[in-house]
């Protein structure tokens, strides 16, 4: 069986809903998992801003705007009389839920309640949609199955057990359709994979039933050896490792959650990114194999702080990286880039929620710099640390300031820190040299 999900835009007009008709009804078995309609989420996330700072009317009024909104979705793509009104009655049930909500005292749950409405919402429509062009499909929901543990990560067995049982359960169909996104903590509470997380479901799912292919549809014909909104001249890369597309995910590469690949990794099952709007494109297929050496693409991830930590006493004075790391353990904070010298060590975070708290215990045990705004440019491809190209990096960007550099951490990956103003000329440049569109 194979898992296909389809991101926001896919489900985002009736237009492209039916592209997914088209595709997800060739006669084999599959599981479908569906995000919520483009731009829903960000609104249910401002919704629970207005909740939360007791802007109770902003929300309502909100919640009202997108309630007319969905009606008009739902009667340009139910023509059929009673599935129009059921689907009416439906999401009527839900928005008026979220109008009680903005009663209720603002809790995390109630924030994660409203988030998960999006994807039930969009399931729901795409199944009516489908049994009114006479397509049979079984909607599962996710939060019979999907759960995460005390440490936010997926609770694999818990998910396979549950997930067989709901599909020996559920009505015998060639489509069955669920939820991206949402799923249950391990207190049995509403919660989710983050943002974006609707591939990380795709990719759990096709995990435990050990699938033949996880596809992920988007609007974009796969992964671009560079970020396309940046940068002119990018193409799509048809085949990436495992490996590559973890690093790119992970730094920065918008088209994945950074953990889609995670699941599906160790028994090797391929990944392949496609274009709704274009599924004849090869797009991007990520597997086991890898081809070809150099640097295949370049991602950058904004928001980073970079935090120098000097101490006249760090030479020779053992123990006091582990002092640094234990801060950054006890503030919840993960470290992404390090560089150190015999005075100095330099790092960032992406993740400023605890700075605060992380600056106060080290200037305790060192003096520290602290620059906001920089952006970690990444370069991936198999093996490029080792590539005879490799040197020309320096030269293409003489005229940057890089403020780290941290090279064979991984030998897959070359991760350059630069102020994000510098961003977009920094990934132009890298783009016109080393894809070799113009000659240094
Ligand atoms: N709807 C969620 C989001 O916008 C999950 C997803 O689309 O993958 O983040
Ligand atoms: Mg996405």
């Excluded at 909100?62 to 979705?73: A, D, G, M, P, T």
């Excluded at 067989?164 to 919660?191: H, K, M, P, R, W």
């Excluded at 708290?357 to 620059?371: G, H, M, P, R, T």
């Excluded at 961003?423 to 132009?428: A, E, V």
């Amino acid at each position: 069986m194979k898992v296909l999900k389809f991101g926001g835009t896919s489900v985002g007009s009736v237009e492209n809903m039916c592209n997914v008709k088209h595709i997800i009804n060739d006669g084999n078995k599959k599981v479908v998992v569906l995000s919520a309609m483009s731009g829903t989420t960000n609104r249910l996330v401002s919704i629970a801003q207005d909740i939360e700072a007791g802007r109770t009317n902003d929300a309502i009024d909100k919640v009202n705007v997108l309630h007319q909104n969905y009606f008009i979705v739902i009667d340009d793509l139910l023509t059929n009389t009673s599935l129009n009104s059921d689907v009416k009655n439906y999401v009527s049930r839900i928005f008026e839920g979220l109008v009680e909500l903005t009663n209720r005292e603002f809790t995390e749950t109630v924030e994660n309640i409203i988030l998960a409405q999006g994807e039930l919402l969009s399931t729901y429509m795409f199944t009516s949609y489908l049994k009114q062009e006479g397509i049979g499909a079984s909607l599962l929901s996710a939060l019979d199955f999907m759960k995460i543990d005390a440490f936010k990560e997926p609770d694999l067995p818990h998910i396979k057990r549950h997930f067989e049982n709901v599909l020996n359960n559920a009505e015998d169909s060639e489509i069955y359709i669920t939820q991206g996104f949402i799923c249950l903590n391990n207190e049995g509470q509403i919660s989710n994979l983050q943002r974006g997380g609707s591939d990380y479901t795709a990719t759990i799912i096709g995990a435990v039933i050990k699938a033949e292919e996880v596809q992920i549809w988007t609007d974009i014909d796969g992964m671009h050896n560079n970020d396309p909104r940046y940068v002119e001249n990018t193409s799509a890369i048809s085949n990436l490792s495992f490996e590559e597309a973890a690093e790119l995910a992970y730094f920065g590469a918008k088209i994945l959650h950074p953990q889609t690949v995670t699941p599906v990794r160790k028994d090797s099952i391929p990944v392949r990114l496609k274009n709704t709007m274009k599924p004849e494109a090869h797009g991007t297929l990520i597997s086991k194999n890898t081809s070809g050496n150099g640097i295949k693409a370049i991602a950058a991830k904004d928001n980073i702080t970079a935090i120098k930590i000097k101490s006249a006493r760090m030479l020779q004075a053992h123990g006091f990286l582990k002092k640094v790391f234990e801060i950054f353990e006890t503030n919840k904070t993960s470290i992404d880039m390090i560089t150190t010298s015999e005075v100095a060590v330099s790092l960032t975070i992406d993740d400023n929620k605890n700075l605060e708290y992380i600056l106060a215990e080290l200037e305790k045990i060192a003096s520290i710099e602290v620059d906001k705004n920089q952006s970690i440019v990444c370069l991936v491809g198999h093996s490029v640390v080792n590539h005879q190209d490799t040197y020309r990096l320096f030269q293409i960007l003489q005229d940057v300031k890089i403020r780290m550099i941290s090279y064979g951490g991984s030998k897959n990956n070359i991760s350059l820190l630069i102020d994000s103003k510098d961003k977009i000329n920094t990934l132009q440049k890298l783009n016109d040299y080393l894809f070799e569109l113009v000659t240094l």
